[in-house]
């Protein structure tokens, strides 16, 4: 089968598209073919070798949607024909990929395989963000760097759905659009670390009471700058820019800082499912919509890496191998 490898760590030059052979599904394992697959920013930072050690050579994406084409011994959750999808599955750049059945999450029919590719790590972490690192509730304003991104386009429309307001920031104004669609109050434009004061105009010199930040340094000081009292800055994403040690006694208004993992979302089986199972419904019912940027194939893995860090993207990118 076809699938993308790397045999150094580098630029996006360093991906191939290799034949290789992947083993039986043993124990516990199911062997699924990829129908779709996620781009995530994480997947980069893979490519650099950041992170985990990791061994060489190896196959970049973790997250996607598929067919179970066989299972192994004494597997009892997934059989043969099941549409699943994951969120976290190393391997994922290929035709087909050997998957733990405890990450595997049954597909509902309404749920097409690219939507579910979307969904899987980018609507996990949204939805962790705004139900357990800080529960959005009718009087909070929240403020989403990268806003016109996978994660901010889902942040967006679930603060919404819980009734609070959103200032989204861009980087520029042809992503403006995307952002009002998804349902935001306000945009601004321009990099994170010169807004604070179009902010403040905005809200009247009020404050925010959560920042959801997945780009790191840069906007760090005027993050913490536009939190009110004990309001939340809620860094994510694996390889943001990397922020300077701080004193926490230096911190005003008794805010928060949390790097939250939405691995700890769902580290349980019935957890996986249970959120997984309300992003599904909220698609189905139209409150919750999934906008796909571009789409690649196997072969063109090494742009899709090219365009999702060049920050000019908008939405989720996908490969259907």
Not at 81 to 110: K, N, T
Not at 134 to 150: K, L
Not at 269 to 283: I, K, N, Q
């Amino acid at each position: 089968m076809k699938a993308v490898v790397m045999h150094a760590f580098g630029e996006p030059g360093v991906m191939s598209l290799d034949d290789i052979q992947l083993a039986a599904p043993g124990p516990g394992h199911a062997l699924v073919t990829v129908k779709a697959a996620g781009i995530n920013f994480m997947d980069t930072g893979t490519r650099r070798g950041l992170g985990a050690a990791l061994s060489l050579p190896l196959t970049p994406g973790v997250e996607g949607a598929g067919i179970v084409m066989a299972v192994g011994p004494g597997v009892n959750e997934v059989q043969p024909g099941d549409r699943v999808a994951w969120h976290y599955v190393p391997g994922s750049y290929a035709q087909q990929v050997l998957a733990p059945v405890s990450l595997l999450v049954p597909l509902p029919d309404a749920i097409d395989f690219d939507t579910a590719a979307t969904l899987m790590m980018q609507g996990l972490t949204a939805s962790n963000l705004v139900h357990c690192v800080h529960a959005i509730g009718p009087s909070d304003i929240a403020f989403v760097h990268a806003a016109a991104g996978g994660v901010g386009q889902m942040l967006t429309q679930m603060i919404k759905l819980r009734g609070g307001k959103v200032i989204g920031r861009v980087s520029q104004a042809d992503k403006v659009d995307a952002v009002i669609a998804a349902g935001a109050d306000y945009v601004v434009i321009g990099r994170a670390s010169q807004v604070a004061s179009q902010v403040l105009r905005l809200t009247e010199g009020r404050r925010v009471n959560v920042v959801y930040d997945g780009t790191g340094a840069e906007g760090f000081a005027d993050s913490v700058s536009l939190l009110d009292y004990f309001g939340t800055l809620a860094l994510y994403g694996r390889f943001m820019d990397p922020i300077a040690p701080i004193d926490i006694f230096s911190l005003p208004r008794s805010i928060k800082l949390t790097y939250p993992s939405v691995m700890h979302f769902v580290r349980s089986r019935e957890a996986l499912l249970e959120h997984s199972r309300a992003l599904f419904d909220w698609v189905t019912a139209g409150k919750l919509k999934v906008v796909i940027g571009r789409r690649y194939s196997l072969a063109q893995a090494e742009q899709a890496h090219r365009d999702i860090e060049s920050r000019q993207t908008s939405g989720k990118l996908i490969i259907n191998p």
